[in-house]
């Protein structure tokens, strides 16, 4: 299995996923990716190795019968939220679903309950594709799909299990939208189409600014798409079998906050480093604090032995 988030492409090898339809980078298992296929399949979550794309993990949910799923992702206190929210009517259903599971910390074959979280969106019902948690507030957010003038949806604060949760569109986007996600930081919302992608900075109200375009790496009808948990990579994937995820490094305004803030970090220490203006630190650091106690140790000493000779010297008073 991947130990790091070193990001490759990699082909998904298991027969069963043949409709991959979402893409989320799991927070306690570096290198793995949770995927899903789209409608017909059952209540299952694939974990991948990202190495390999090999499956390692099926999660089974207990008492669900999936309608449309077409979304994943990880929140902040690393549940898993998979996304029931497809609707290829067009508006033909008055509720969709979100459901909620934390995500094991053991990769194997399980059964789980999870918590189911009933939908609305507040200006009709619609079809979407992307689901996105908010890693820092923990808020879950949709984008709807639509050939005209899509939507970024906020929901509530927190989800309801017990009544319906009210969705509300915060923001129009230019985009067919099949796929979305928040970089770790929060500071990014990339949202994706069959054939690009657009960035967004996350404003501190809450609301997607655009960026521009992000060059998609895969061919085929592009369905999904994630940040890798470093921050500074998106990896796409497409419908099929035996589809390919592939890596897209980021440049520019389209990194996050934190990576840029982190690369201009390393740039200055590099260039005070090769100027001789950091100071030393480890062994160095502590060699010239010993070096000063034993110098100022010599002092003390010097100065009491001259004293010393100073007052032999000095001639005695006669009597």
Aim: no cysteine.
């Amino acid at each position: 299995m991947a130990v790091a988030d070193e990001p490759s492409a990699f082909t998904l090898q298991d027969p069963r996923i043949t409709e991959s339809s979402g893409l989320a980078a799991s927070s306690a298992h570096p290198g793995v990716y949770w995927t899903h296929n789209d409608s017909d399949d059952g209540p299952y979550v694939y974990a991948v190795d990202g190495g390999t794309g090999r499956t390692v993990a099926t999660v089974t949910l207990r008492g669900v019968e999936p309608r449309d799923v077409e979304a994943v992702s990880v929140g902040p206190d690393g549940d898993v939220y998979v996304g029931d929210i497809g609707d290829n009517l067009g508006g033909g259903w008055s509720e969709v679903w979100i459901y909620r599971f934390p995500e094991p910390g053991r990769l194997r074959d399980t059964t789980v309950t999870p918590v189911r979280y009933t939908v609305r969106y507040e200006d009709g019902p619609r079809n979407a594709e992307s689901l996105m948690v908010h890693p820092r507030t923990g808020r879950v957010y949709l984008a709807s799909k639509s050939e005209r003038k899509s939507g970024v949806y906020a929901g509530p604060e927190d989800l309801s299990a017990s009544g319906v949760n009210d969705f509300r569109r915060i923001a129009d986007v230019d985009l067919e939208v099949t796929d979305g996600a928040f970089s770790p930081d929060g500071t990014r919302l990339v949202l994706r189409s069959y054939f690009g992608a657009e960035m967004y900075r996350w404003t501190e109200e809450g609301r997607p600014e655009p960026v521009g375009s992000v060059p998609v790496s895969t061919f085929g009808q592009g369905e999904s798409v994630t940040f890798t948990r470093a921050g500074d990579t998106l990896m796409f994937g497409s419908e099929g079998a035996n589809s390919r995820v592939a890596p897209r490094e980021l440049t520019g305004r389209a990194l996050p906050r934190s990576v840029t803030e982190e690369r201009e970090k390393e740039e200055a220490d590099r260039a005070g480093s090769e100027s001789g203006d950091v100071p030393p630190a480890g062994d160095e650091q502590r060699d010239l604090a010993v070096g000063a106690v034993v110098f100022a140790a010599a002092t003390v000493l010097w100065l009491s032995l001259r004293r010393a000779f100073r007052r032999r010297d000095r001639p005695r008073a006669r009597d």
